[in-house]
């Protein structure tokens, strides 16, 4: 299914007329376009607990998912600055969770424009079952689970030389 680039735009920039940003004025406006077709927004939100904002990409993801989609094309994303912003990284990996797609950055305020694959912007990028820690060590996320839900079993550290209890 070809994208509509200017289609898809639009949508991001409506989006980021109705962010929430009191506090820093940094207005984004994400739209994600499922391999359906169907393209869903998202605004960021800020609080005033900073750690509590979430950012235009991850509001589109999650509203997506509630939705029941998992597959996407692509994500534009449209900003106040005059240079187009890139998704941050805490977006970049929610975003490259549900796998690789084109990614459409630009400025609310001028005609720029960049396009480029997710995967890009994720240079040292490590998709799988596997999550690798500055290639010390690695563990599993059935590994992670485990230890995060269910405590009381012992923590194991998987690496590649080998194991550490």
Known sequence: MS??????TSAARLAMDRAYCPYSK???????????GKVITGGNVENASYGGTICAERSAVTRAVAEG?????????????????APCG???????????????????TSNKRIEMQLSQLLPLL?????????NKFSITLDELMINFFI??????????????T
């Open 151 to 164: 405590p009381e079993i012992p923590y194991k550290v998987v690496t590649r030389r080998k194991d550490y």
């Open 26 to 36: 940094f207005t984004v406006g994400a739209a994600l376009l499922t391999k359906n």
């Open 126 to 134: 490590e998709l799988g079952t596997t999550i690798n820690l500055n």
């Open 69 to 85: 989609y998992r597959e996407f094309q692509a994500v534009a994303v449209c900003a106040t600055p005059a240079e187009p912003t």
């Open 90 to 108: 805490l977006c970049r990996q929610f975003l490259i969770e549900f796998g690789d797609m084109k990614v459409i950055m630009m400025s609310s």
């Open 3 to 8: 994208i509509d680039i200017d289609a898809l």
